[in-house]
């Protein structure tokens, strides 16, 4: 399969909660990076971690590397209604092609 | 960062004709264009690879003779679907690449919806 797989496929939280979404993917990797799609929208890149990176943040992102698993995570901090997208998480398979996860749902109620 | 342009941004079209779907960087020269199709709901999926001057790379299972790609130029690559069908009914993403240090960077275009009627 071309994609990963993302966990939980979809989520719903208050707005101020924490949202954990869960990514794990199937090659070696040079960077992992994740991104997010507003309903009928292009992509916004969000952040990227490179293999040798453990964790990285970026505002109320936080994002985490296990290459031994094979799997990151994106954690959104005091989540808002505007959070509210899908959340792609996409490798580069140790080449050149982008290759994205099956991505999850957010739905931050306000 | 750098801006990708796809026009259209939506095309509706009748059965068996062909549409044309144009990706632009506007601000540097693209050496790798990729397409993507998404269909609803749903993660995006590598149809191809094109790097300006040489024919496509297609993913396995696309065929090449439906969805012609052409990479002219370092600024623009075309996603041309031949005698489409409903089934081709989707969200077709680009993007582009240059080089930024020892990272590619993919700057991604805002999509164009078709619907094939």
């Known amino acids: 399969s071309q994609q990963g797989e993302e966990d939980p496929q979809a989520l719903s939280i208050q707005e101020g909660e924490n949202a954990t979404m869960n990514c794990s993917y199937k090659?070696?990797?040079?960077?992992l990076q994740w991104y997010r799609q507003n309903s009928g929208r292009g992509l916004v890149h969000l952040i990227l971690?490179?293999?040798?990176?453990r964790e990285k943040h970026s505002g109320r992102l936080r994002v985490t590397l296990d290459t031994s698993k094979k799997s990151s995570s994106l954690l959104i901090t005091a989540s808002r209604a505007a959070d509210t997208a899908s959340y792609f998480c996409?490798?580069?398979?140790?080449?050149?092609?982008?290759?994205f996860g099956a991505g999850t749902r957010l739905f931050v109620k306000a | 960062g750098a801006v990708v342009s796809q026009h259209p941004s939506r095309v509706i079209c009748k059965s068996g004709t062909s549409v044309k779907i144009e990706c632009r960087s506007l601000?540097?020269?693209?050496?790798?264009m990729f397409w993507y199709r998404q269909f609803p709901k749903k993660s995006l999926m590598l149809m191809a690879t094109?790097?300006?001057?040489?024919?496509?790379?297609?993913e396995q299972g696309v065929e090449k003779d439906k969805f012609l790609i052409n990479h002219a130029s370092l600024t623009l690559s075309t996603l041309t679907v031949t005698s489409a069908h409903p089934e081709d009914s989707s969200f077709y993403i680009c993007?582009?690449?240059?080089?930024?240090?020892?990272?590619?960077?993919?700057?991604f275009g805002p999509g164009t919806r078709l619907t094939v009627l």
């Open positions: 993007s582009a690449t240059g080089t930024s240090g020892r990272i590619n960077e993919q700057f």
């Open positions: 090659t070696s990797i040079n960077n």
């Open positions: 971690i490179r293999s040798n990176e």
């Open positions: 996409a490798t580069d398979g140790g080449g050149f092609k982008t290759i």
């Open positions: 601000d540097f020269q693209a050496t790798t």
């Open positions: 094109s790097n300006e001057g040489s024919k496509a790379t297609y």
